[in-house]
């Protein structure tokens, strides 16, 4: 009998935050700029700021997580061996609602800036052609899409740091409202409700360290590598977008623009003319395609586990490539469905991704607290604190954000839970007997 293709460790440390980074896309911020600046009416800078503060929480369990548990699965796989298997399973629902709106979102965001660059090409034609080439690269291995997408994450961050130089210098010759250090981006009409709700929103510009322990099958020493990987990309990312954040406050302290889904053109084109809006035009299409790529990597992995766990059906889900050590009938699934970007808008899926993921987060976040408990790790005042009050605080916040999404995605987000209920009745005959695959899965890992 043949060998079953399995995932294979090769990535690195710096490959981990690359593809992390990959799926946040340090460009991220531009690309939603107009739907975030709306949502925190204008207050990006205090909204940002608690964003990061609720992630660092998070992301500490995450760590904690990721080194007890290095399963690729992330929250899915978190929940089932810490809490129950039935809470892992909606867990993983919920991801995949957060997973699958994803590339989505790159999809929708290539075609309105193709569209705006190229009025004569509909913006349909682009979103195919991204779905397609994207499909074909993550076929072809984890190592094609883990250094390419190293390549063009760089290429961000060198464009955001030369963006925020031209700020500085605009700043430093008196342009702008008051100096460097002015605290004027936190002053005006601010108010504890509208740093929340714009907190919200932005909070998908922090999602990738989710993405990251998705990979922690295909990583060389997980248990060390996926903890670094997490606090490194949330570090780049926080400096990234709460430094432009302030300074685009700084600046442009009246901004306004005509179409919330192209805002950050209009934007490049106030600052720095046409020639800063055409650099930032290239940067901006690789770094949705990184995006892209690392949206449908995250996706397929996701699903792969839940088939491998045979919570969905595993000869189709679970399925890996023998050649490519992919699992190409999930990536194939992943890019099908992303022909739902011609069909709605960057704010809608931006919402439904947030709503998977600060659902997804909280349990994240009670799954160290049961997994502690369960392990007798809660005797002293430090593992107190570490093990509960810190993932404590993390479930509080993200409940919090949670509410605050607006009424139709919370519907939405209730009628995907409702389904997945529906299938998990189905599954264990109404609780009658475990969700397939349970007794075969390993016991909790130390």
Known sequence: MAEKAELKRTLTLW?????GLAWNTPMIYFSVFGVAYEGSSGFLTPAYVFAVVAVIFTGTSYAIMAKKIPISGSAYTFAKKAIHPNAGFLVGWLLLFNYLFA??????????FMNAQFPGVPSSVWIIGLIILLA???????????????????????????????LI?????????????SIQPFAGDLTMPIMLAGASVVIFSFLGFDTITTLSEETVNPQKTIPRAIFIMIGIISVLHISSSYLIQLAQPAFSFVNIDSAAMELMALIGGSALNAIFMTVLIAAIFTQGLASITAVSRLLYVMGRDEILPERFFGYIHPKFNTPVFNIALASVLSILALFISVDAALRFVNFGALTAFFFVNISVIALAVRQKETAGLFQKV?????????????????????TPTIIGGLVWVGAGLIYMLYLTRTFTKPLPGTAKQTAILK
């Open 103 to 112: 590339p989505i979102i790159a999809c929708i965001t290539f075609g309105v």
């Open 136 to 166: 074909g690269i993550a076929v072809l291995g984890i190592n094609s899409s883990a250094n390419l997408s190293g390549l063009f994450v760089i290429m961000q961050i060198v464009f955001i740091i030369a963006f925020c130089i031209i």
């Open 386 to 406: 570490f093990y509960i009050g810190v993932p404590g605080i993390g479930a509080f916040i993200m409940l919090w954000l949670l509410f605050l999404l607006d």
């Open 169 to 181: 210098r605009g700043l430093w010759t008196g342009g702008g409202a008051g100096g460097l250090f």
């Open 15 to 19: 490959q981990v935050v690359f593809m």
